[in-house]
């Protein structure tokens, strides 16, 4: 089951599925903070507003602002 970004909560353990239409020079910063493609993803918080939201990837802590990532897709998987 995709999941959009408006739809990840605090807690949550998700996968980047796929960049959809996020804009090239986005996705390229996107890849060099280590998100790809296949990468586990522990949502964190999320700002009272609803930006920005809080990740951990790979061990380091993004913030994403919800506009920039809204067009990516994700699925749930189980948080190790």
């Not at 790809?36 to 990837?57: E, K, N, S, W």
Request: charged share 25%.
């Amino acid at each position: 089951m995709k999941l959009k970004t408006q739809d990840l909560r605090p807690g949550h353990c998700v996968r980047l599925v796929d960049y959809g239409q996020t804009d090239r020079s986005y996705r390229r910063r996107l890849l060099a903070l280590g998100l790809t493609p296949g990468v586990d993803v522990h949502i964190v918080r999320r700002a009272p507003l609803g930006c920005p939201l809080q990740v951990t990837v790979r061990g380091t802590s993004l913030l994403l602002r919800e506009n920039d990532v809204a067009n990516l897709a994700w699925e749930y998987v189980s948080c190790a």
